[in-house]
């Protein structure tokens, strides 16, 4: 269940990204790319355009071209994941879970989402409401949401930062494992988190805002924090965090 | 809410009801006033078996009237909001006639309904219906453009139609704010009623109220008074069970703005 079957791996370059707030480009000719099956992390100080980079992927706002390497377009095609859960209170968690096929006027396939709760560790709990589990529990569940639309492109915004450090640790592992294969987009502001689950990593900073020259971690997520490498190139990057804030302020 | 405290909610009222017969009554024996200005309490409580019958059919009236004005004005109020949700144009056309139509006091267009429509229940229920309709119009029109907006988000990436995300998502969303606006209504919902009552009827708890009045039977008014008392906080209590029980994801996940503690 983990690779998927259906899932043929995109890749998505962006061009003449641009987006004014108040008057003030917050990037502008920006050109970016997201390597098809890698995991592609954004790291910058806040109020960079981290997020609303990501948001002008998903088309929710801004201007740019987003293509996709099969030359289809990516709404439809990408899975969507905030820092908040963003579980509907009424619904139950397999309500939940099946939540993209309601709105698509689709039959929900339940089975499969029992499989992906018992995936991410949620077996049993998929008649209770989300107020009755704990943040992590429902962190859990909109990961499993996420899988369960199943689609070959996923957006992550902060997605474990509300969560505390053992549990986020624990939803990396599960992450990388479950979105292999995938085309992900992550937007953290934890430079571990970055190198945990990373293929490439960039830091965003300036006004309007660059990208800087991807950095490459060696190995395949999840890495272990306790690798030297891993603790050698999590210095770099908070000192390049440090001049991007500069940068930025 | 209950539990809390030692005492039970349900005992509380009554010591508070205690509480309050026994000032009235200390009143009564202070002053001096007579039977007609402000009878005593043991008068009304007499005047309310005596009249028990009378008391109890008119009390059926106002209470169809209030019932009947509360599932309209709820349908309507509901229907509005969805449309002006739905709408932007309808929104800014009628937006502005709802305020002024909130302007205009409902009493004073009480003599008109019962000229239009008659001293029958309709009048009423027309009354209770145009008190009704605007807490719940403007609460749930608050609650659809209020839709968290991370959940916008999520349901653009699902290919949400607009139809389905307000169905599945914004409707579902406002229904906290539609029951506290119900809440609301259902506590003024009386009002219309009684008003419309007083303006011109031949029967219902006002009627009985003014007739008792001109005739100088006081106790009796008391007595019609305490009843829809007893009516409105019943109803009140009856409507905020329903929507708990409606609605149990409310207290859950902490998304309640109840106007009772």
């Known amino acids: 269940m983990t690779a998927d079957h259906s899932i043929r791996p995109i890749s998505i370059s962006v061009h003449a990204a641009r987006l004014s707030y108040a008057g003030a480009a917050l990037f502008d000719a920006l ?172 830091v965003m900073a300036g006004r309007p805002a660059r990208l800087d020259e991807a950095l490459e971690p060696a190995g395949h997520p999840p890495r272990d924090p306790r690798d030297p490498a891993i603790l050698a190139l999590q210095a770099e990057l908070l000192t390049r965090l440090v001049s991007a804030k500069a940068a930025t302020a | 809410m209950s539990g809390r405290a030692g005492i039970p909610a349900p005992l509380r009222g009554l010591i508070v009801a205690a509480g309050l017969a026994a000032a009235w009554q200390a009143v009564v024996w202070l002053t001096g006033a007579p039977h007609y200005i402000l009878p005593a309490p043991g008068t009304v409580l007499e005047a309310l078996v005596e009249n028990a019958a009378l008391l109890a059919e008119n009390t059926g009236t106002t209470a169809a009237e209030i019932l009947l004005g509360l599932a309209l004005g709820t349908l309507l109020g509901g229907a509005s909001a969805l449309v002006m949700d739905y709408a932007r144009t309808v929104r800014r056309w009628l937006m502005p006639v709802l305020v002024v139509s909130q302007a205009v006091p409902v009493f004073a267009l009480a003599p008109l309904l019962v000229l239009w429509l008659g001293f029958g229940i309709a009048s009423k229920v027309a009354m209770a219906t145009l ?74 708890l006002g009627y009985l109220m003014l007739n008792a009045n001109s005739r100088g039977q006081t106790d009796l008014m008391f007595a019609a008074l305490a009843v829809l008392a007893v009516l409105a906080v019943a109803l009140y209590f009856t409507v905020d069970r329903l929507l708990v029980r409606a609605l149990p994801w409310i207290a859950e996940s902490g998304a309640e703005h109840r106007i009772n503690a």
């Open chain 1, 31 to 202: 050109d970016f790319a997201l390597p098809a099956g890698q995991t592609t992390c954004l790291l910058g100080p806040s109020g960079v355009g981290k997020t609303s980079l990501l948001r002008l992927v998903a088309g929710l706002e801004g201007a740019g071209a987003v293509v996709c390497s099969d030359g289809g377009k990516l709404p439809g095609r990408y899975a969507w994941m905030a820092q908040q859960d963003l579980l509907l209170p009424w619904l139950t968690v397999t309500g939940n879970l099946m939540l993209g096929a309601r709105l698509r006027g689709e039959r929900p396939d339940r089975a499969r989402a029992d499989g992906l709760l018992q995936l991410v560790g949620l077996a049993g709990r998929g008649d209770d409401r989300p107020a009755s589990l704990s943040g992590g529990m429902r962190q859990r569940a909109a990961l499993a949401r996420t899988l369960m639309e199943d689609r070959p492109v996923v957006l992550m915004d902060e997605p474990f930062s509300a969560l505390d450090a053992i549990t986020r640790y624990q939803l990396q592992d599960a992450a990388a494992e479950l979105l292999a294969g995938r085309t992900v987009m992550l937007v953290t502001h934890d430079p571990l988190e970055a190198l945990r689950l990373g293929h490439r990593i960039h």
């Open chain 2, 131 to 204: 008190i009704i309709y605007f807490p719940v119009t403007a609460a749930f029109l608050d609650g659809l453009r209020r839709t968290e907006p991370g959940w916008t988000d999520l349901a653009h990436s699902m290919d949400a139609t607009r139809w389905s995300a307000l169905r599945h998502i914004r409707m579902p969303a406002a229904l906290p704010s539609f029951a506290s606006g119900l809440r609301v209504a259902t506590a003024v919902a009386p009002i219309g009623a009684v008003v419309g009552e007083w303006v011109g009827s031949s029967s219902g």
